[in-house]
């Protein structure tokens, strides 16, 4: 009873009578509120017993023996235990990169444990109105959801470091035993075979990444300028339109799209991937929205001191909105790069690099292995992007929000 | 009668004089949204016009269109059995992954959103990658595959849940599901990233008044605060997820063949894939695009109008 007593904290008395102010105090008076806790030592075991049984069901799934007892078929059953045997043979001389992999599963399993462990048992850190058992469900969830999401991911770069005798054995496995930078090696020695120099494909898709990214950054952040600052008519009417067209996919336009394209006399030119990329509405959307959130004493200072639209634009509005920027900027480059635009171009020297690796893929299962490196090379690309620029990103999705 | 008829039409006038005096006013703002106006007209908006139009013809970009009036959508819903096997399974998809994509993606970001700076990054880039990740997608059809050689495959066989290889995307009973699998993993997209950047938006001085007035757990927090806080990037939200679901077309193309087996995995997107570029009937085509146009407004128009009764 002593010890209770001194945690607790010194309770100031309500500001005033008000309602909300008196249960405030009720609160603090009943110890809802109090930020310091005794150490729960019942707690802290029965985690610590449910990490450890995670970690053993771990280990025991990383070493399981495998047994096939159960096959009716008895030549099935001497097939599969020929090749169970293999695989056992494999699992007793499991190369260096294998055992890294199970060292670096099996830390991030502890370090995990550490960290829910932590984050439950400090209640400095925990807010109100969290149930313990809660945040333990939570957490379990997230992380079999976080692994489930990212291992076809780890699954395809491991598949694209396996020789080719792995990536065709039975039972098959993950992680590589012997991991090689075949596959990639191979890709290259396959795309300088091809009829068309590879650089042009590579130069082709820089190219229009960068034109389009370009065109659309500066077109609708234009469009996004008015649309959000001043009232004119028309206006709102157009955004709606545009938020509609947030559903149209290239699937549903394609086919009216091509016909306007072969009117505009723009097939097999890069105007036909360029132009409907400038008018992307989802670049409109979120820069209009990053943008009213300024201020627009801003625009009325500078209207003051004597400044034009343009100027304004250029030199207030624009600097104010980079992280918008490098949303969109992302966001095109995403959907610029995957493009392979096979009905609108057809001459093979005007193909992307997308359409020529997919060509590649599609190489049925010789090519499985290329296929593999294929994926890492065609994922590589946007996935860094987002990661070195998702802390803007999410800024400027912050006011992404559909207002009625 | 004619005295009011005469006010609201001499009412309408005086007001389409102001406006046309406002825009007069103000006939820079046009001239700034014009280069994307016109693209967006042209490249956007015309389409689906165009779209509308030849879905009443015979076209085949060869001969000129001729109208044939709605013979394309009668022979659409009453003798195209394919199409309605794949509206059956655009819906079967579009209502599984739909709302559960949806769900999933507010769901894992209010998850995170408490987690460490540090963590959340790690998580949100997690989450996010797989939408963004190209046609990763393809792994899948390692996973799946028909063979014993296949991952799945290989392991139910070493547990012994199998004694032989199931052919996951060859069996139309297995197409549907394996391509509702892939599309929820890779259903956490805009949507996903407007939701966690939401959250931290959330104001933190209504939490504490929540908690003053009586609420007790994170569930009423979130009814009652969170959800009422995060309307407009639920509505952006529904939106993307509206969109990913009813366009589900790339996955069952790569992964179940195109034609799949016994049009197990026929989308209205592959069926309109199916008649626009392979057999070049651009009317009946466009007449489907119609459909799935109208479709996914009407879904839209409920959605939006569901979600502005949360937490009110």
Known sequence: MSKKRK??????????????????????????????????????AIIALVVMALLAALLIFANLRLDYTEQANIDAERFIAENGDKALEDLNNTSS??????????????????????????????????????????????????????????????????????????????????????????LIVTMSQSWVPFSRYLINTVLITALGTFGHVFIASMAAFVLAKYDFPGGRTFFSIVVTALMFSGYVTGIPNYVIMSRLGMIDTYWAILLPAFAAPIGLFLMKQFMEGLPTALIEAAHLDGAGEM?????????????????IIILSVQSLWNTSAATVIYSEEKKTLVYALQQIQLGGVARTGQAAAVTVVVMLVPITLFILSQSRMLETMASSGLKD | MQSTMQKYFSLKRENFRYGLQKAKKMKMCYLFLAPYAILFITFFILPIVTSIYYSFTYYNILEPARFIGVQNYINLILQDEVFLTAVKNTFVIAVITGPI????????????????????????????????????????????????????????????????????????RYILPVIIIVTLWMSMGTGFLSCVAGLQGVDR????????????NRWQELYYITLPAMKPMLLFSAVMSITTAFNVCD?????????????????????????GFSRFEMGYASAIATVLFVVMILCNKVIQSALRKVGT
């Open chain 2, 205 to 216: 001085s209504l939490y504490e008044a929540g908690y003053v007035d009586g609420i007790r």
């Open chain 1, 311 to 327: 100027r304004i634009f250029w030199s207030i509005i624009m600097p104010n909105v980079k992280p918008a920027w490098l949303t």
């Open chain 2, 251 to 275: 996955v069952p193309r790569a992964l179940a063949g195109y034609p799949s087996t016994d049009y197990a995995a026929r989308t209205i997107v592959t069926h309109l894939f199916d008649y």
């Open chain 1, 97 to 186: 990169v294998w055992m890294l992999c199970r060292v670096i599963g099996i830390a991030g399993m502890i370090l995990w444990g550490l960290f829910s462990l932590i984050q439950l048992l400090q209640p400095k850190r925990r807010k109100p109105n969290r149930s313990f058992w809660g945040d333990l469900g939570i957490y379990i969830m997230l992380t079999l959801v976080a692994v489930a999401m990212v291992f076809p991911l780890v699954f395809s770069v491991a598949s694209s470091l396996k020789p080719l005798d792995e990536l065709f054995r039975f039972p098959p496995k993950v992680f590589p035993d012997h991991p090689t930078f075949d596959n990639f090696s191979d």
């Open chain 2, 101 to 172: 994509g949806y769900i999933l993606s507010f769901l894992f970001a209010w998850f995170i959103n408490e987690l460490p700076r540090w963590l959340r990054t790690i998580a949100v880039v997690v989450f996010y990658a797989p939408s963004i990740a190209g046609n990763a997608y393809y792994i899948f059809s390692i996973i799946f595959r028909g063979d014993a050689y296949g991952y799945l495959n290989s392991f139910l066989m070493q547990f012994g849940l199998i004694n032989a290889p199931i052919l996951w995307l060859l069996d139309p």
């Open chain 1, 7 to 44: 945690h607790v904290q010194h309770i100031e008395q309500p500001k005033s009578h008000s309602r909300a102010d008196m249960l405030h105090y009720q609160a603090m008076l009943r110890g809802e509120f109090q930020v310091e806790k005794k150490f729960n030592r019942k707690r802290f």
